[in-house]
């Protein structure tokens, strides 16, 4: 009966790797399909009233905000001329931390490795490697709105 | 499976997967003599992960660091691919050596073998090459002083140092540059390099039988 055996443990072994192969075929299909999360749906939270933004010149705010319920908070610039606004998020491009603006050189400065962006947000100098985030904005009924992704 | 019979009068499949994998072993064979296989094993899951994980790198200066969170958060067992990805490649190194001083301690390296060791110390190289070059892809701060001084070792080399470097680098710094050619290297010249070192190494004791052992 040695030959059974040896058949047997043979099926038995292709079974085995059949089952491995099929799960990794399941795990790899799972992995290239599209998830969907990238579609993100923007929602619009209040950030200022419009009297409080002046004209023209960059305002410090802070942007409150909520994702799946939960509470957020993101420091951000109002950067106004009297034909634009735009909110550009303070977190540098860089490592993450906040930067300043430097009223006299009208540029945004952060204080960690001194990565440099103009009043457009654009990186200028320093490590930074891509400009300060801009938010979607809109003014509605007087207040300016910003749009996040959530 | 009129199909089967088919492909396989034209293609001739049977005739040689029986030769390939039906190979009968020595009797007297034991587990220590398992690393070299347990080690292409590996190699073959390294594979399978790098071309699902290669399907959401980005290898860009801006966006390499951002498109492996992305992966982490939003691909499905992405995070589990990469975990594997990294576990097989610290184990292979580890099966590797296993596998070098089973064929040490038995003496296989000897004639007829000697090209085979020769073969194996290749692919060691290209598998230490491998650990190198994907040790920068993350584009962490790890990573990143990691490849600045492994290259400036490199540089150290008499004579030929700067020019070394350079090549290696891509530049006179670690810049996105490397990173891309890091990438090519870890990606294409690596494995095709390996693939052929591979069938050298398994060609050669397919040819010669494993040795007698002690």
């Known amino acids: 009966m040695e030959h059974s055996r040896r058949e047997f443990i043979a099926k038995a072994l292709y079974g085995v790797f059949a089952l491995l192969g099929l799960g990794s075929l399941f795990a790899g299909l799972r992995v290239l399909a599209p998830s969907g999360k990238q579609d993100k749906e923007l929602a619009w939270f209040p950030l200022a009233d419009e009297e409080e933004v002046p004209r023209s010149g960059v305002k410090k705010a802070e942007l409150v905000y909520a994702i799946a319920g939960k509470e957020r908070k993101a420091r ?31 540029e945004f400065v952060c204080p960690c490795h001194g990565g440099k962006y103009d009043i457009a947000g654009k990186n200028i100098a320093g490590p930074p490697p891509i400009p300060l985030t801009a938010y979607p904005v809109e003014v509605r009924n007087g207040m300016v709105m910003v749009g996040v992704k959530v | 499976m009129k199909i089967l019979e088919y492909l396989n009068d034209r293609l001739g499949f049977t005739g040689r997967h029986r030769r390939i994998l039906d190979k009968p072993v020595p009797g007297w064979i034991n587990y220590y003599y398992c690393f070299g296989g347990i080690t292409f094993m590996l190699f073959v899951m390294l594979l399978m992960t790098g071309l699902l994980l290669s399907s959401y790198y980005i290898p860009s200066e801006s966006d390499a660091y951002r498109s492996i969170q992305q992966l982490h958060r939003e691909v499905p067992l992405g995070g589990l691919i990469r975990a594997a990805h990294h576990w097989a490649g610290n184990l292979m190194v580890v099966t590797i050596v296993l596998h070098m001083l089973r064929v040490f301690v038995t003496g296989s390296y000897k004639n007829p073998r000697e090209l085979h060791w020769v073969a194996g110390s290749f692919l060691l190289v290209l598998t230490l090459s491998f650990g190198f070059t994907g040790y920068l892809l993350p584009w962490d701060q790890k990573a990143y002083w990691a490849t600045v001084i492994g290259t400036n070792m490199v540089g150290s080399v008499p004579l030929a140092g700067s020019f070394l470097a350079g090549l290696v680098r891509g530049g006179a710094e670690v810049t996105g540059a490397t990173l891309l050619r890091f990438y090519s290297m870890h990606i294409l010249w690596l494995p095709l390099s390996t693939g052929i070192f591979l069938w050298l190494h398994f060609h050669m004791i397919r040819r010669t039988g494993i040795s007698g052992g002690m």
């Open chain 1, 76 to 106: 951000v610039f109002i950067v106004s001329s009297p034909d634009r606004l735009t909110v550009l998020s303070a977190v540098c491009s860089h490592l993450g931390c906040l930067v300043n603006y430097r009223k006299e050189s009208r």
